[in-house]
């Protein structure tokens, strides 16, 4: 039986009027049970946790304190099944609760005048049943053979608006609405996932792969990267919002050299993507009871090649990576308020077309070392303002198609010299210390950069986080 929990808090600060925290917790147990000669039971049980809170107090009266929260509880149980030399089958269930706070929002203090806002929990139940199988043809063939059929419930308890179908979905195209008492089924989503994979071995130190998924994705990622504190909150699929859908293509060729001292790869992908949530153009995001007026099912597309070369034996050890990715998301549709750029694809808020790191390790002794990590990566895209106009007598702006302009890239340089304790086998406990510094450089890499109208003039802000070098030291001891 192994038990793991963990709990981490940050607090930080980006202007002086706010704090920011964040707290991620995670408790799982798991027990392994060898049933007979040819059956072994695995069963996980697990709970985590996230939220983030943020605290304004600044000089006029709109203080408050706004939270967030998601918490995920559920379980997993595996048989594996040893059927014979050629085929070894893994089957079980899962399942899984989301339990999702969407928001908070009290005032801070008796003189604020924000209005309290609390919106209704977001409850979903998420069950799968699973069966793979890894067959050895023969020496040089092998498949990975997988199919899982997942389902998915959203519950209450809520109020859930009906929109007239067809139209787009706003205040005024609303039908009736629904109520739903507590663990109430709202609505109820499932399919067929597959996996295909093979590998083939070209000769003893070469191999080519290649895959197939088929993905459904039950809760979405809600980001919007233009505020000073980009902040992501989660949606589950409900009685308006569809799950995801997506296809994965891979092929790639490995080939170890010199033994397993050195290792090449060259890996591609294709994904497409059906049912992706992005805005509406000048979406009211913060604290909408009603987000799904504000949101439009998209069309994604995703590609890209990684080139990786490791190093494992020696003292000098490592490796360096290419990737080129690129990623676009499509929001058309026959109604222009539906439509995001002309309803073409443009680049989404992930889309990093070159990232390189490079990893290396140099053992000086048995017991000193000394590591080091480099990071590039290409800035992500951003939407700029581009002008503003007077219209009887307010001042107005316009911005650029979204997406279309880029933060400036992004690169780093962490070292660290790590103590091991002596090597004596019968010790009561084995220890180590790590001495690092993270951002060697002092780069102010931009998290985001965000516009703000002072006197009726747009400016630009960049917003950076560990913008100097940090200095760790841990003490680690395993028993």
Known sequence: MKTTAYYSKDVFSITSDSLYSYNNAVFSLNWDNKLNSKNIGSLSLFNTHYGFNIDYDGDTNNDFAYDYGIVETGFKYKITYLYNNKHKFNYGITSKLYNVNPGNKEPLGEDSDIEKINLDEEKGLESAIFLADDFEVNNKLMFNLGVRYSTFTALGKNTTRVYREGEPKSDETVDKELNFSNNEKVKTYGGLETRVAARYLLKDNLSVKASYNKMFQYIHTLSNNTTGSPIDTWKLSDYNIKPQKAQQFALGFYKNIDGNDYEISLEGYYKLSNNVPDFKTGAQLNLNENIETEILPGKGKAYGVEFLIRKNAGDVNGWLSYTYSRSFLKLNSEYSEEQVNGGDYF?????????????????????????????????????????????????????????????????????????????????????????????????????????????GEVKAYKSSIFSIPIPTITYNIKF
């Open 347 to 455: 680049p989404t808020n992930y889309d990093k077309p070159h990232n390189f790191n490079l990893v290396s390790n140099y053992k000086i002794t048995r017991r000193f070392s000394f590591s080091g990590n480099f990071t590039y990566q290409t800035g992500r895209p951003v939407t700029y303002p581009t002008g503003n106009f007077t219209y009887q007598g307010s001042n107005y702006t316009t911005y650029s198609e979204r997406n279309k302009f880029r933060i400036p890239d992004y690169y780093r340089l962490d070292l660290s010299f790590n103590v091991e304790g002596n090597h004596k086998l019968k010790k009561l406990g084995h220890s180590f210390w790590n001495i690092s510094i993270y951002n060697v450089l002092g780069r102010n890499n931009p998290y985001s950069v965000y516009f703000v109208t002072e006197n």
